[in-house]
């Protein structure tokens, strides 16, 4: 059988943010593929794309929706069915004069009209710049954020949100925090997040008092900005990472002196970097070389153990 064609499809304004998630229908219980695609422009109105693709007929459907709070740097979604309208942005907007980085929760309304505006459920309250944020893998009412002083717990409500605790980066990390990244450890009853500021990489366990030590600490992994974070499914203590050394790397926490496995298939930075959530061989990373490669990785901790 032919390859079948590749699916294009044009944003009117410049994009930079990128999720996806698999839905069942309420009606058919059948999976759906949605793709959230946000824009940054400075001189028009902003949108949120929603695209549902059929991988059967290769059909792809689009809902346009207003994002009029600022340009989108970031989006988040929670895997969590109950939470399937739910979605994050940080976006940029101006306060005083001075260009912050804010964060919101939105959500779809059902039967969307093209071009509406999106319902706001809340505004998380921070007093700095917002890098990004992570929701809770498996509870749909709990995301995680870092702005440049902190990182923070949060519960949504209907329409509020609420802190649950927080972790204030050290002087020397907030110095270096121009570029963040956060991942939820899917194991150990989802309590750990792992963390990058620019050059280093750290965990913060919620269950723990703020100033316990990290468990992780690897300074300058990638020896410049670390852009992208994710664990492994299937091992509890093995995650990747990747950054603008054009590399990602796979480490076992419990042994982080050095990477269990190095791979090069980008030559520029490496934007992101996420396992596949049932097979845990299959890796994706996606770069400012323009390509989005589907690598196959074997069995990190089989190999280092040889």
Not at 72 to 82: E, Q
Not at 130 to 147: E, F, G, K, M, N
Not at 245 to 273: E, G, Y
């Amino acid at each position: 059988m032919a390859d079948r064609p590749p699916v294009i499809y044009g944003l009117e304004y410049q994009g930079r943010t990128l999720t996806a998630r698999a839905l069942a229908a309420k009606s058919s219980g059948d999976d759906k593929i949605f793709f959230l695609c946000g824009t940054q422009s400075l001189r028009y109105e902003n949108q949120v794309h929603l695209l549902e693709y059929d991988e059967d007929t290769g059909v792809l459907d689009k809902v346009v929706f207003a994002h009029p709070a600022g340009e989108i740097w970031h989006i988040s979604t929670s895997s969590n069915a109950n939470a399937m309208d739910i979605f994050c942005t940080c976006y940029g907007k101006f306060v005083d004069g001075k260009s912050v980085v804010c964060a919101a929760m939105w959500r779809l309304k059902e039967g969307g009209v093209e071009h509406a505006p999106l319902d706001q459920v809340c505004e998380l309250p921070h007093a700095g710049s917002v890098r990004c944020t992570c929701w809770h893998p498996d509870l749909a009412d709990q995301l995680v954020s870092i702005d440049d002083k902190k990182l923070t717990s949060w519960k949504i409500t209907e329409s509020d949100v609420k802190e649950l605790s927080h972790l204030v980066l050290d002087e020397k990390t907030q110095s270096q925090s121009t570029y963040s990244a956060l991942c939820w450890n899917c194991h150990h009853v989802c309590s750990q997040v792992l963390y990058s500021t620019d050059l280093s990489i750290r965990s913060w366990d919620i269950r723990e008092k703020p100033s316990k030590q990290s468990s992780v600490n690897l300074e300058q992994p990638h020896g410049s900005c670390v852009r992208s974070l994710d664990f492994n499914p299937n091992k509890p203590q093995n995650f990747a990472s990747c950054g603008d050394d054009c590399t990602v790397k796979f480490w076992d926490a419990r042994k982080s002196d050095q990477p269990l496995l190095v791979q090069r298939n980008h030559s520029h930075w490496i934007w992101s970097v996420q396992y596949n959530h049932a097979h845990d061989q299959l890796v994706l990373t996606s770069g400012s070389d323009c390509q989005v490669v589907l690598a196959r990785v074997v069995s990190t901790i089989e190999e280092h153990r040889r």
